[in-house]
């Protein structure tokens, strides 16, 4: 593949980065290494990932001509049945609800029912958390519900979200392990947290949490979240969970991550004859501003990028040029005060680049998405936008900045035909941002 202009290439990067991160194949590739135990074997499934993963497990078996003695797969859209013995069901997300607290009595049933000698495989991928939110005995679902949307709007980074989560929720923070023990456990996982960090991937059903109740007050209190909790949750529900000491140990596996999408796409920006940088420090912080630190960022590139191609040029090697190609990768947050619009963390992100790159002096394209192509409570996973875009919003009598303050983005973005519409991909490894510089054409033999 030979690049031939920005937002194809962006978007096949796209297409790669998200075919790097699929599920089905990365479980198959590590599973192939392996033989099923010789006890009945049972599946848990629950994430945006679960229906590939379980799927994975099930021909794994079948493979070695077992079947699986029981399961249950939650997911976001559809429950296919993938084995008469394994349930298939649909919980709520990004909020949890009636679907997620039937899902989460589901699970307790079928752990009543696994035999002391069996081995139990639980595959975990982002979404879990609201999926399987079941609330602890003495909560009400509707609190748990009404503290979810609240850490939803917060602007927190994920691993306080789901610290604050465990404190209400049945099957976080080891709760899973604790409930399966003594059978042996092992712990599939696609990662859509920095770092990998198993405790806070879903929640940790399988991993016992660091967090402190002290800690959890802190960040409550700090946030202002702590004010505004729900009625129905008094300040004792911040209690400690788990003891690390009493959760057993689990076999865990990191089968598909950030880092492996990203792979992904600079893998085929390479294949089009691209000039690669990779920051490796992961991208958080306010959505907003990540977008005009970024494009600040390509701005500079871009410069540089262009003064080197001149020299090249004047030394007779115009024909050598090749594209600047800028990746980043990891998860931004929003904090939205008031009634929001509509839009997400990623569209937010390009619209604010979109502003800083209207005094780019070069061409300069950035698109924005979430690997599981969905961007907040939208039909898109985000936004491609250049040098021209906030000008042909502001063409078109739509206010950029009030779409940014009111985090209103989709329909500014959408107006201009930005949006980037993938569908459901069955992953969810964060967010990757990626950016593009085209050479200048050169102008005449020996330019």
Known sequence: ?????????????????????????????????????????????????????????????????????????????????????????????????????????????????????????????????????????????????????????????????????KRVSRWSAGRLALACHPSAMTAWVVSDVPGDDLATIGSGPCTADPWTA???????????????MPAGLNPAFVRDTPSPSLVPEVESVVVASNTTAMQGAVAAAQAADCLIRVDHDLLSGDAAEAGRRLAATAINAAREWHAQNEVLKDEGFGGALRPLFLAWGGETTVRITGEPGRGGRCQEL????????????????????????????????????????????????????????????????????????????????????FAVVMPAPATGSGD
């Open 350 to 433: 390009a619209l604010a680049a979109a502003e800083a790159l209207e005094v780019s002096p070069h061409p300069v394209t950035l698109l924005a998405a979430g690997t599981d192509g969905r961007d907040g409570p939208t039909d898109a996973a985000g936004a491609v936008i250049d040098q021209t875009t906030w000008e042909q919003i502001g063409e078109l009598g739509i206010d950029g900045a009030a779409a940014l303050a009111g985090h209103d983005t989709h329909r500014a973005l959408d107006a201009v035909g930005a949006l980037v519409r993938t569908g459901p991909t069955g992953t969810n490894v964060m967010d990757v941002v």
């Open 1 to 165: 593949m030979s690049a031939s202009s920005p937002r194809p290439l962006l978007e096949s990067c796209l297409a790669a980065a998200i075919r790097a991160a699929d599920p089905r194949p990365a479980m198959d590739r590590v599973l192939a290494t392996r033989t099923p135990p010789d006890v009945p074997v049972f599946i848990i499934a629950a994430g945006k990932a679960s229906e590939a993963m379980a799927e994975s497990l099930v021909a794994w078996l079948a493979l070695h001509r077992r079947n699986p003695a029981g399961g249950i797969v939650v997911g976001t859209e559809t429950a296919t049945a993938i084995h008469p013995s394994v349930l298939a069901l649909v919980g709520d997300h990004p909020v949890p609800g009636a679907a997620s607290h039937a899902a989460a009595r589901a699970i307790h049933e079928l752990v009543g029912t696994i035999p002391s000698r069996s081995a139990v495989h639980v595959a975990i991928s982002g979404g879990a958390s609201s999926l399987i939110a079941g609330p602890l005995p003495g909560l009400a679902m509707n609190d748990v519900t009404a503290l979810f949307r609240l850490l939803l709007h917060s602007g927190l980074e994920i691993g306080a979200v789901n610290a604050v989560r």
């Open 214 to 228: 002290e800690a959890v007050r802190s960040v409550l209190n700090r946030s202002g979240v702590g004010a505004r």
